[in-house]
């Protein structure tokens, strides 16, 4: 926002108008000899040539620009911003987020579960401010992409780049909760979350979905397990990474209800079951209520002074109009 330390200097724009009638149209300016063409009766004089009208017209123009350009520099311009400052630490959150072959299942049309999932997810972490949050990918394996960061906008672009089958073709859940837990230890963050989306059954891994919840209740965590998609037959497409070629066929079968069910539990959390987007949206809209933290925010003013600009363009002006005259139209001043 542009302000002014000294507005009452604006009051000579007020000026300029009488300074261009003086200048260009009063008819006694100068002095001049007015002389009417009656008493002449010759030839009307040769008007000047166009270009050169044109050239005087822009030196008129540099000349008083420049001068608003020096009111507004003695004005005091100046360009404000406010900064919101926190004072207090956020929420650290982990986004723990399937990446097997069954979530291209297209039973939320007119999307997968995977692109549902992953929509969802981008529109939670611009709702929220102050807290950092970071993004596990897992499918055989489970493997950090972002740790907890303020950082939005990376960690949306970071999301973006994920796809299926990127890990592998399984669903190490118990994996995925573990990574998370590991880059939330550390944290000295007032409460720590990790939401898990996931559609499958815990079928690869070394720490299984129970030991993993184990180690985020250790560390103060809570976990809220979404399983999500259908119990009916739904059709699946999706591309083989390392073929490239396009499967397609239909999926029957489900997540374990029971196993995430545990893992919220043990972790202080709670378990969703998400069969539609809406659903989804819903429940997504309910952690977000339910974790928040108080808030201490200080408003920082900044102003950043710019009149020296206005200064050397209304001098660059000045000096334009001045040289135009001279070596152009060559007038004696």
């Known amino acids: 926002m542009l302000t002014f330390e000294a507005p009452l200097f604006l009051l ?48 008129h123009v540099f000349f008083w620009t420049g001068c608003a350009a ?27 987020l399937d990446e097997s072959p069954s979530m291209a299942a297209r039973d939320f049309q007119p999307k997968d579960r995977f692109e549902t999932a992953r929509e969802t997810v981008r529109r939670f972490i611009r709702g929220r401010e102050n807290d950092p949050i970071g993004l596990v990918g897992f499918g055989y394996e489970a493997a950090l992409q972002v740790p907890p960061t303020l950082d939005y906008e990376f960690l949306l672009s970071e999301l973006d780049k994920l796809h299926i089958m990127a890990l592998g073709d399984g669903t190490a859940i118990g994996m995925g909760i573990a990574v998370a837990a590991l880059h939330l230890r550390s944290s000295s963050a007032p409460e720590k979350v990790i939401i898990l989306l996931t559609d499958g059954k815990n079928n690869a891994g070394e720490i299984p979905p129970d030991t993993a919840a184990s180690i985020a209740s250790q560390i103060g965590a809570r976990i809220y397990a979404i399983g999500i998609g259908g119990r009916a037959e739904a059709p ?26 545990t893992v919220a539990e043990k972790s202080g959390g709670a378990y969703f079951f998400a069969g539609n987007s809406g659903t989804l949206n819903a429940i997504f809209s309910a952690i977000d209520s339910l974790e928040t933290a108080e808030r201490r925010v200080r408003i920082q003013v ?17 000096a334009a109009d001045f040289f135009i005259r001279i070596l152009i139209l060559r007038e004696l001043l």
């Open 236 to 261: 699946i497409e999706l591309k083989d990474p390392k073929s490239g070629k396009i499967l397609r066929g239909s999926l029957e079968g489900g997540f374990d209800d029971d196993v995430l069910r």
């Open 302 to 318: 900044k102003t950043l002074a710019i009149h020296r600009w206005f200064i050397i363009a209304g001098l660059i002006l000045l």
């Open 70 to 96: 020096l009111i507004i520099a003695l004005a005091g311009p100046g360009v404000t911003s406010r900064e919101r400052i926190f004072l207090s630490r956020g929420i650290d959150m982990m986004i723990v």
């Open 12 to 59: 000579l724009f007020l000026l300029l108008p009488p300074g261009i009638w003086l200048r260009h149209f009063c008819r006694g300016r100068g002095n001049l000899l007015l002389f009417p063409f009656a008493v002449w009766k010759q030839r009307s004089f040769t008007p000047p040539l166009r270009l050169l009208r044109i050239v005087l017209c822009v030196s």
